[in-house]
């Protein structure tokens, strides 16, 4: 079954992503943990790969992200774990290298399971309504369902390997 990522502003500074993957939340959790299987689907958009993903997922744990695009630009970004709770919720704070967003961004992924299905919720919380506004433009939804559409492939190896 294939789902269709909803995007909404819940306030001046946010930005909620909602999908429905047909999979258990633990195996949901473990592919936003776990790098070898993260690098397989959070790429970004066509032309661009995951170069770099070290993640030290424990509270005040570190992540760092690179993305590099087939003509030798990079995309990086240093994140800090506020929160895990496996396997429904992980926060975090953010900060791209060239910091586009006016500082650091909180994001906060929610996952619950129904019925073996798990509807993932990460919310962004921007500095400024203006920082949110541009993630928006330059198109983050399109990238984030890119990935996403992804992710439902590594869900479904993962499933049939069990």
Do not use: Q
Request: some cysteine; aromatic content about 8%.
């Amino acid at each position: 079954m294939s789902h269709r990522l909803e995007v909404t502003t819940p306030s001046d500074r946010e930005i909620a992503m909602t999908r429905v993957f047909d999979a258990p939340r633990e195996l949901v959790f473990d592919c936003w943990t776990i790098p070898a299987l993260l690098k397989r689907w959070m790429t970004g958009p066509d032309g661009w790969s995951f170069a770099v993903c070290e993640i030290d997922l424990s509270v005040g744990g570190t992540y760092r992200f690179v993305w590099r695009h087939d003509d030798g630009r990079d995309m990086g970004m240093t994140g800090t774990y506020r929160e895990i709770a496996r396997p429904e919720r992980i926060v975090s704070v953010e900060l791209f290298d060239m910091d586009w967003t006016d500082g650091e961004a909180r994001s906060t992924l929610v996952l619950t399971e129904r019925d073996g299905r798990t509807i993932s919720v990460n919310t962004m919380l921007y500095s400024s309504r203006e920082a949110r506004d541009g993630a928006i433009a330059i198109g983050m939804a399109k990238g984030v369902e890119a990935g996403y559409d992804r992710l439902d492939g590594v869900l479904a190896e993962r499933l049939a390997a069990r």
